[in-house]
């Protein structure tokens, strides 16, 4: 039988009995409460973690391994793989996260989406209503009598967790209702079904994408299997439709987006396509011989719904193994389907305050990925400008304009874009940040400034040809390469906030300091003993100066990190 004529078979089942409906309504009114109690207990999880399931994803995702424990951790709390694919798409679109390393983490996150089918299953029928009573109850007592916000928030992921086995105790009740009455329209149904795991696959998705929860699918098919009404090959081949349904919600996320956050939407769902295509081309041939052999070993005659999610793990372990270990030509297959174009700027992006709305903390993680590239231009322009000093390069000072341009234009942007942020519901860590961030981007640019006065200064020279002693230039390079040190240490420090490395670079100041007197007082000496002459004293003093208070700027940069207020129990933008 093919899968058309089996399609007309099931559609052209009469259902003309009494009771049925009643019981379609309680499994409709039990995927309701089913959702509305993932939805409640995935919000309240995250109310209580604010953004930090957001900024844990972003910090702690260097490799595609560590992703993909992270993608599982956080989808064990939220308990909705939807919702960590979704968060993916959003670090991706905002670029605070890479592709690759988002990969790992939609890995870890189909993984993660496994544990609430597994205990669905592991819990029989019977004590789902006791369970749901239980935590019904606890749940709305937290809610309703407690005024510590905190409480309530616990009290919701409670009573979200009770809405879901109240929802399945719902369908379970439904379907015994309708196994005992109404055996064999059910079973000519899903026999039908089942003769045709390809058209199986094609409903598990669509039923998925409907209720966009591969959980609330499975749940039903393990209701289902339990009461004898599906078969296990039909199981599997709802269960592998599920998977690959579950995607659409990071589609839908990625809307309106980025060309690279759509991309990442791609690759979650070529994850699931590839490991929902190759299972059921092997579906007939093995997977579903090799279940049965193992059902048959475990649970013997018993219709053990466990067995779902045993397969439903297994599918998502070998297929997240199987992507991990050809990523590379993955990341490649991505890439033909979306090519990259040129993204807008860090500079562009800073006009752009959709993401505050979002998540304002998030937005702030942005603004310091803003400061770390304007630190990074800060230091470009330092180094051309010592290469200037002693080398004249005419290139060098068109490299400079455009440095001088991009610093100006960040301290604009970044300054507007923390001030809007300012409105925002941001905690006082968060606040604390900000105004830091405020003081940082100005110290930056003064630093800028003085770069391009040496420019300046230098430029003057060559085109007056006031050459400087050997004493003199030896002076000014140990000057530059000191304040070169100093600029290279503030920007790693600034970029990993490393409160130790700041700390160890503070003494460099002092340092400038002694050197800017030592070296203006020789070269006043110098112009007195006839060995330089009196028209390179203005200069050659603003050229250390200068220079010196690149480093009184740098060091105020230093500071900020370097204080106990941000070192303590920092965990915000390592």
Excluded at 16 to 30: M, P, R, T
Excluded at 445 to 455: A, I, S
């Amino acid at each position: 039988m093919n899968n058309l004529q089996v399609l007309s078979s099931v559609l052209e089942i009469g259902i003309e009995f009494d009771g049925v409906w009643q019981a379609i309504l309680f499994v409709l009114g039990g995927l309701g409460i089913f959702l509305f109690g993932i939805h409640m207990m995935g919000t309240s999880l995250k109310n209580l973690a604010g953004d930090k399931l957001r900024l844990i994803i972003q910090k702690s995702t260097k490799t595609p391994f560590m992703g993909m424990i992270v993608g599982f951790a956080v989808t064990m709390l939220t308990q909705s793989s939807s919702t960590t694919s979704a968060i993916a798409v959003g670090l991706v679109g905002a670029g605070l996260m890479t592709f690759g390393q988002s990969i790992g983490v939609l890995l870890g996150a189909n993984i993660g989406g496994t544990v609430l089918p597994l205990l669905m299953a592991a819990l029989p029928s019977y004590v789902k209503p006791i369970v749901a009573v239980v935590l019904v109850f606890l749940g709305a007592a937290m809610v309703f009598f407690f005024k510590k916000e905190i409480i309530k928030q616990v009290g919701s992921v409670i009573l979200g967790f009770g809405l879901i086995f109240l929802g399945l105790a719902l369908i379970d009740m439904s379907f015994d209702f309708v196994q005992d009455q109404h055996k064999e329209f059910i079973t000519t149904m899903f026999t039908n079904l089942s003769d045709a795991p390809e058209l199986a696959v094609l409903v598990g998705v669509l039923f998925t994408m409907i209720v966009q929860s591969s959980a609330a699918t499975i749940g039903i098919v393990q209701g289902l299997y339990a009461v004898g009404s599906l078969s296990l090959t039909g199981s599997l081949a709802l269960m592998l439709g599920a998977n690959l349904g579950t995607t659409i919600t990071a589609i839908i996320a990625c809307l309106g987006s980025s060309r690279t956050a759509r991309k990442v939407a791609v690759a979650n769902t070529l994850i699931k396509f590839v490991g929902v295509f190759i299972f059921t081309i092997i579906f007939r041939f093995a997977f579903s011989k090799l279940m049965e052999i193992i059902n048959t070993a475990i649970f013997k005659d018993a219709l053990n719904p466990l067995i779902i999610s045993i397969s439903h793990i297994g599918f998502n372990i070998i297929n997240s193994l199987l992507i991990l270990a050809l990523l590379k030509p993955f990341i490649k297959l991505c890439d033909k389907i979306v090519p990259e174009k040129e993204e807008k700027s860090i500079e562009d992006a800073l006009l752009d305050y959709t993401l505050m709305k979002k998540s304002p903390n998030l937005a702030l993680s942005f603004a310091k990925k803003a400061i770390d590239y304007m630190a990074e231009n800060v230091e470009n322009y330092e180094i051309i400008a010592h290469e200037y000093a002693f080398n004249r390069n005419d290139d060098l000072i068109d490299k400079g304009i455009e440095y001088e341009r991009t610093i100006n234009c960040l301290d604009k942007r970044i300054h507007d874009y923390l001030i809007k942020l300012t409105i925002q519901n941001l905690d006082a860590k968060s606040s604390t940040y900000l105004s830091k961030y405020l003081d940082q981007i100005k110290d930056l640019e003064r630093v800028g400034d003085h770069c391009t006065n040496l420019f300046e200064f230098f430029q003057d020279r060559y085109e007056k040809e006031m050459h400087l002693s050997d004493d003199g230039q030896q002076d000014l390079e140990q000057m530059f390469a000191t304040v070169e040190q100093m600029t290279k240490n503030t920007v790693r420090a600034l970029k990993d906030w490393n409160p130790t490395l700041a700390e160890e670079t503070l003494p460099l100041e002092d340092e400038t300091d002694n050197l800017e007197e030592v070296f203006r007082e020789r070269h006043v000496h110098r112009v007195e003993s006839g060995k330089c002459s009196f028209i390179n004293t203005q200069h050659y003093i603003e050229i250390l100066s200068n220079l010196e208070r690149m480093g009184d700027h740098l060091t105020n940069v230093l500071e900020s990190i370097a204080s106990k207020e941000y070192c303590k129990n920092d965990e915000f933008h390592h």
